[in-house]
């Protein structure tokens, strides 16, 4: 089983830009398919991007498509999400996850519930 450390979170003016990443420790990162989800405070945790094992497959909420870009290299056991012309309300705590059954990329609307493999989270402020 992998684990999960996030970062590249921080603050950044509404229009501005920020990349997460998401470095998996283990062997077997390329087997997993991977998914970006947030939570804002007081709200539940909402999905947002993910990407097949092989990177060949993605797909977004529709809050973030145009915006958003996930992608990975799994020479380098990560997983990224690009984020472009940020608003105040992507404001939220930003977590991966991996997915062995690769439900992620299937379901139109992954929900976090099943996910067993998350990281710690990183803070995205957008200030208006």
């Known amino acids: 089983q992998v684990q999960l450390v996030e970062s590249g979170g921080g603050l950044v003016q509404a229009g501005g830009s920020l990349r997460l990443s998401c470095a998996a420790s283990?062997?077997?990162?390329?087997?997993?398919?991977m998914g970006w989800f947030r939570q804002a405070p007081g709200k539940e945790r909402e999905f947002v991007a993910a990407?097949?094992?092989?990177?060949?497959?993605?797909h977004y909420a529709d809050s973030v498509k145009g915006r958003f870009t996930i992608s990975r290299d799994n020479a380098k056991n990560t997983v990224y999400l690009q984020m472009n012309s940020l608003k105040p309300e992507d404001t939220a705590v930003y977590y991966c996850?991996?997915?062995?059954?690769?439900?992620?990329?299937?379901?139109?609307?992954?929900?976090?519930?099943?996910?067993?493999?998350w990281g710690q989270g990183t803070l995205v402020t957008v200030s208006s």
């Open positions: 990407i097949s094992w092989s990177g060949g497959s993605t």
């Open positions: 996850a991996a997915d062995p059954t690769h439900t992620i990329v299937v379901v139109t609307t992954p929900e976090p519930g099943y996910l067993e493999v």
């Open positions: 283990g062997r077997t990162f390329s087997l997993y398919a």
